[in-house]
């Protein structure tokens, strides 16, 4: 058990830029997450998925965000169009039909 | 909808001395409690968790919390302050109704211990 991972684990762009984060969850984890946490706040859920479904999606997730899991393995998260107002932690936790997550270590993104 | 409160955005304790971190939450039914830990430019990691059964729970590192039901609470507590638990401590719940088991998160208090 490797745990969950996050790449990159630091991302700095410009403002209008495109970027893309990956989460690999715990193997056999059916379920992944996302959430965003900005600088002294706890983080907030913005989409969930089961196996390759995308089954709900925060309002936070505005049109410029999109996730996928193709396959029901490996998640990324896509911007576009970024904004200073995106800078923040992006954690990926994932489960087993539980509830309980592990989350992984976040990528950090610093947009200027 | 369900929200989480954490009472004081920062704790100072020092070594050896007991912590106490408060969290309460407002909800309809009583939903799953967790407590996690955030070190920094780290992810989350569970401490303990209670869903049913004994209020009471012990969580890992010595830590242990109590669900009152009643003062809809979940405070996290600790015997015995050591240097290495300053860290960032968060509450959160989940909506035992709702089939994701999504989390809601309070805003977190940043320990610190004093030597």
């Known amino acids: 058990d490797t745990g969950v991972s996050q790449n990159p684990r630091h991302k700095i762009t410009k403002r209008g830029q495109n970027v893309t984060f990956r989460c690999d969850p715990i193997?056999?984890?059916?379920?992944l997450y996302w959430y965003r946490q900005t600088l002294g706040q706890g983080p907030e859920f913005l989409t969930y998925f089961q196996n390759e479904a995308q089954l709900e999606k925060s309002r936070l997730l505005s049109d410029r965000f999109s996730a996928e899991r193709p396959k029901g393995s490996f998640s990324t998260l896509e911007i576009q169009r970024t904004e200073q107002g995106d800078s923040a932690m992006y954690l990926c936790?994932?489960?087993?039909?539980?509830?309980?997550?592990?989350f992984g270590p976040g990528t950090r993104l610093t947009v200027l | 909808a369900q929200s989480v409160t954490q009472l004081g955005s920062h704790v100072s304790v020092s070594e050896g001395a007991l912590v106490l971190l408060r969290c309460n939450y407002s909800s309809s039914v009583p939903p799953y409690l967790f407590w996690y830990v955030q070190y920094p430019n780290q992810g989350l990691q569970l401490l303990l968790k209670?869903?049913?059964?004994?209020?009471l729970v012990k969580g890992i590192n010595g830590f242990e919390a109590e669900f009152k039901k009643s003062e809809t609470s979940f405070h996290l507590t600790k015997p015995s302050a050591h240097m290495s638990d300053a860290a960032e401590y968060f509450c959160a719940v989940s909506d035992r109704r709702d089939s994701s088991y999504k989390l809601i998160f309070g805003s977190g208090t940043r320990l610190l211990v004093r030597p």
């Open positions: 209670y869903t049913t059964g004994a209020t």
């Open positions: 936790a994932s489960s087993f039909d539980t509830d309980t997550q592990y």
């Open positions: 193997s056999e984890h059916n379920r």
